[in-house]
């Protein structure tokens, strides 16, 4: 494994083989990804933290989608990577849909975990004004992390899995008050792709009790997107790949077995 600052992000990478790109969702960090790194062996793994998130810096313009993708963009031409899959969670699938229909020459697979083409308009002014709270410092990011913990993990991770609630909580209250609040605001104003557009293989993976990618929504967006396969998990919330590492190891797993990936 090595870490790398590039462009400004802060940036881990580990193994080799075909390049895997792994995007992060709001509040989250590199660290999203490393509950499944066992199931990733043949991949050249690619995990930045994104501007403004955990370790990296923020950018001199105001975060968006738009500037998001372009960062990854400039990442992946830094590294001189042509091509990838790409793996996402949350905002990070947002970022990973527009990524795949702005350069569909650059995306070779998606795997997106909580996923969602935007937020419903009903929410946009509730995630404005948590990036208003987050902007009040490190007090307010503990009570937003503990929000989080409460509204976004399942009754059973709640109940028997203590330590992912911690690491949930880490991972908000570790972000910088004005990165998390320029996340927000990046997510409040996300559209959606024309995912209609999407023409590579693509896994869609939700929580039963996931309130941020509902399985009817996340059911939508498969019905939108030419071929893609649709997985919810029992006793899961939002936080996929910490309340079951094991089912995404092994949905995922099945995924790249079927893309017969040549190295």
């Given at each position: 494994m090595t870490t790398q600052c590039i462009n400004g992000l802060a940036v881990e990478i580990d193994g080799e083989?075909?390049?895997?790109?792994?995007?992060?969702?709001?509040?989250?960090?590199?660290?999203?990804?490393?509950?499944?790194?066992?199931?990733?062996?043949?991949?050249?793994?690619?995990?930045?933290?994104?501007?403004?998130?955990?370790?990296?810096?923020?950018?001199?313009?105001?975060?968006?989608?738009?500037?998001?993708?372009?960062?990854?963009?400039?990442?992946?031409?830094?590294?001189?990577?042509?091509?990838?899959?790409?793996?996402?969670?949350?905002?990070?699938?947002?970022?990973?849909?527009?990524?795949?229909?702005?350069?569909?020459?650059?995306?070779?697979?998606?795997?997106?975990?909580?996923?969602?083409?935007?937020p419903?308009?009903?929410?946009?002014?509730?995630?404005?004004?948590?990036?208003?709270?987050?902007?009040?410092?490190?007090?307010a990011m503990q009570e937003i992390a503990d929000a989080i913990v409460k509204g976004a993990t399942s009754k059973e991770t709640k109940d028997q899995q203590p330590a992912v609630l911690a690491l949930v909580r880490e991972s908000v209250m570790r972000q910088s008050p004005e990165g998390y609040a320029q996340s927000c605001e990046a997510l409040a104003s996300a559209q959606s792709a024309a995912i209609e557009q999407i023409e590579v293989p693509t896994l869609l993976v939700t929580g039963d009790q996931d309130g941020v990618a509902p399985p009817v929504n996340v059911s939508a967006m498969a019905s939108r997107i030419p071929g893609s396969r649709h997985v919810v998990f029992d006793n899961c919330g939002h936080w996929t790949t910490f309340e079951k590492p094991?089912?995404?190891?092994?949905?995922?797993?099945?995924?790249?077995?079927?893309?017969?990936?040549?190295?």
């Open positions: 083989g075909e390049a895997l790109l792994c995007i992060h969702g709001l509040g989250g960090s590199s660290n999203t990804w490393t509950p499944l790194l066992a199931a990733l062996s043949g991949f050249k793994v690619i995990r930045p933290d994104l501007p403004g998130s955990a370790r990296s810096a923020l950018l001199q313009q105001p975060l968006s989608i738009e500037r998001y993708v372009a960062a990854l963009d400039g990442l992946l031409g830094s590294l001189k990577i042509e091509s990838v899959h790409v793996m996402a969670h949350s905002l990070g699938t947002i970022v990973a849909q527009h990524l795949a229909v702005s350069h569909p020459d650059k995306v070779k697979s998606l795997a997106l975990f909580g996923p969602l083409v935007a419903p308009e009903a929410a946009r002014p509730n995630i404005t004004a948590r990036a208003a709270l987050a902007r009040s410092g490190a007090a094991q089912r995404c190891m092994q949905e995922l797993e099945q995924f790249y077995a079927s893309l017969k990936l040549t190295s």
